[in-house]
């Protein structure tokens, strides 16, 4: 730390030892494999993808309950929906992901601080409106004109 | 005399060969000797590595699932049409008739579902960790660039079978990148091929989502991976 101070230096943090890769790993890499290929199967086998009602391009836009898209796209879909401007919801979201690509020249400090505490929480407050935007949506949308 | 020689050169090609099959495998003998896998894959095995707690096991999990990603994907090909009015009957056909078809194309959804979910997690846990800071602000760039380019993947994996739903979200994505100033309608109709979603569209997103983005996800990831190699795992605070 006090050499990253006085000649702005990285610090490299590096993970030191741990077991060699053969056996060790690799028989938890093909345990966490082997789980992931049986939660797949089983989410395949329970839950199939849905096929649903063909694209009409020749009709209007259908009303919500209609078009509700995946999950991923429920954020974008409800902004635009409520604010009714494509130009605002893109620059949120647009912004959003710059400030995301920005985190490590905007907190280039390695000591704890306060500030990044706030930091942090604001940050994790944005996160679980993200998620509570996209898994409730549902009960919301009646709320909805 | 001549047949002298013929005698020695057939030893000569038995004595080859009882060292290729000697040298455990065909072909592995005689490539070994010159690229020296075997100390290589020692080196590589023998390797040290640090426990990593499940948290740290997104990423990972997420590149396993890209892989399942190829795997099903290609297949699906197979069966795909991307064209207006085929696109549907051909993945109802998939779903419907053909061998473990719904297999297939149900593990590639959540397969897919679950690597953007994955990589929520690995985002989270960097920026958690504070991972994120020199010297590993470079790969913090390049995940994020893999980040927009499986949001990509989404993006244009979900029109593929051509439902209403996907129609009508493509519809207002599109719309929105063409409020973009100066470069929005250019954009446009660069992305949907015209004045509205088509045929044309579904063509453009089947290419960019089987050959251009995945050639681009493999060049990033590798980067991405290689500087995780150089600079190691972040020790915890």
């Known amino acids: 730390m006090r050499l990253w101070k006085r000649h702005r230096v990285p610090v490299i943090r590096e993970k030191k030892g741990g077991h060699p890769f053969y056996p060790h790993h690799l028989i938890r890499n093909t345990m966490a494999v082997l789980g992931a290929i049986a939660v797949l199967a089983a989410l395949a086998g329970l839950f199939p993808a849905p096929i649903e009602q063909r694209a009409d391009t020749l009709s209007p836009l259908p009303p919500d309950t209609a078009a509700v898209p995946m999950w ?3 954020p974008v879909w409800l902004m635009n929906r409520v604010l009714n401007a494509p130009t605002i919801t893109l620059l949120v979201f647009g912004g959003a992901f710059v400030f995301v690509l920005l985190i490590p020249f905007l907190d280039r400090d390695s000591e704890d601080s306060p500030l990044r505490h706030l930091f942090v929480a604001i940050i994790f407050l944005l996160w679980m409106f993200f998620i509570f935007i996209t898994t409730w949506l549902l009960p919301v949308q009646v709320f909805l004109p | 005399m001549a047949g002298n020689s013929t005698d020695k050169e057939l030893r000569g090609i038995l ?3 009882l060292e290729w099959i000697g040298l455990l495998g065909l072909i592995y003998g005689p490539l070994d000797r010159r690229l020296s896998v075997k100390e290589a894959l ?3 095995l023998k390797r040290p590595i640090p426990h990593i707690s499940w948290w740290g096991c997104f990423g990972g999990i997420a590149f396993f699932l890209f892989l399942v990603q190829i795997g099903t994907g290609v297949i699906l090909m197979f069966f795909y049409v991307p064209t207006d009015p085929e696109a549907y009957h051909s993945i109802h056909y998939l779903s419907g008739t053909a061998p473990f078809g719904w297999l297939i194309r149900s593990t590639h959804h959540w397969s897919g579902n ?3 979910f994955a990589l929520f997690v690995h985002v989270i846990r960097v920026f958690v960790t504070g991972a994120y800071q020199r010297p590993r602000d470079l790969n913090w760039i390049v995940g994020m ?5 499986t949001i990509s993947f989404t993006l244009t994996g979900y029109l593929l079978p051509w439902s209403q739903t996907a129609y009508w979200t493509t519809v207002l994505w599109t719309d929105m990148i063409g409020q973009v100033p100066l470069v929005g309608p ?9 004045e509205t979603i088509s045929g044309v569209t579904l063509t453009r997103f089947y290419a960019l989502h089987v050959a251009v983005l995945p050639v681009l996800t493999i060049v990033f990831m590798a980067f991405h991976f290689t500087i995780v190699r150089k600079l190691g795992i972040l020790e915890p605070l």
């Open chain 1, 72 to 74: 991923l796209m429920r």
């Open chain 2, 15 to 17: 004595h080859g060969f």
């Open chain 2, 42 to 44: 020692e080196k590589a």
């Open chain 2, 114 to 116: 679950g690597m953007v």
């Open chain 2, 145 to 149: 660039v893999l980040f927009l380019l």
């Open chain 2, 186 to 194: 250019w954009l446009l109709a660069l992305i949907r091929g015209g």
